[in-house]
């Protein structure tokens, strides 16, 4: 069984500039959740989606979104860059919620 | 206060020693606790998960959850170096919908 397929592994961006990172769940989870890994601030939630809605949100700015598609493949995009966005971005899957959440390898994006 | 506190450590053993890695939370709402395991430039992976209070057991690992005192905890019994990793507690449960997740505690198990 495939696991959470998250691309690409790393990124190098200017700031100002926008950046999408995509996220493909296991075969038959509907939610797909979205996390910023950094050392300070540990991992914080950003959004949910499940079945193309959104569900839950986290405590970030408008320039972080995502959406997800008919397949259940998320892809979450974040705008004007700034430093301070440099970190992991962790994609999680599961069947209904966030119990049992399965974990990508993450994209680690950094800002210059 | 944040919900939810973990010692960040690091945290460093001999190899066969029992390990108690442990977090702190503030919302009783919560009714869902997991542990992940991390190693280094990887994504978190699901170790543990328990649903109200008591313990759980999987092989080396035990899950503990005392919600009287909102307090978790997880145990390893014979460490083995392959142990080595960052340990993340996380929570979920009430109006909060989504995990919240302790900072970690990074483990490291000598030969």
């Known amino acids: 069984k495939a696991g959470v397929t998250q691309t690409p592994r790393y990124l190098i961006k200017t700031r100002g500039q926008q950046v999408t990172l995509s996220c493909s769940p296991i075969?038959?989870?509907?939610?797909v959740s979205w996390y910023q890994q950094t050392p300070g601030q540990g991992l914080q939630f950003l959004f949910e989606?499940?079945?193309?809605?959104?569900?839950n949100k986290g405590n970030f700015p408008g320039r972080f979104s995502g959406r997800q598609f008919s397949n259940s493949r998320s892809e979450m995009n974040v705008s004007t860059l700034e430093l301070g966005d440099s970190a992991l971005y962790l994609c999680?899957?599961?069947?209904?919620?966030?119990?049992?959440?399965?974990f990508g390898q993450g994209t680690r994006l950094t800002v210059v | 206060q944040k919900e939810v506190e973990q010692d960040p450590g690091p945290l460093s053993v001999p190899e066969g020693a029992i390990v108690s890695l442990n977090c702190t939370y503030s919302?009783?709402?919560?009714?869902?606790f997991m542990w992940y395991r991390q190693y280094s430039r990887k994504g978190p992976e699901l170790l543990m998960y328990?649903?109200?209070?008591g313990n759980k057991e999987d092989g080396r690992f035990t899950a503990q959850v005392d919600k009287s005192s909102k307090y978790i905890s997880l145990f390893i019994r014979d460490s083995q170096p392959s142990d080595s990793a960052t340990y993340l507690c996380?929570?979920?449960?009430?109006?909060?919908?989504?995990?919240?997740f302790g900072k970690g505690t990074k483990l490291s198990v000598k030969p």
């Open positions: 999680a899957s599961s069947l209904v919620g966030f119990t049992e959440a399965f």
């Open positions: 075969s038959g989870h509907r939610s």
């Open positions: 989606y499940f079945s193309e809605t959104q569900r």
């Open positions: 919302n009783s709402a919560f009714q869902y």
């Open positions: 328990t649903y109200s209070s």
């Open positions: 996380a929570m979920m449960g009430g109006s909060q919908g989504n995990l919240i």
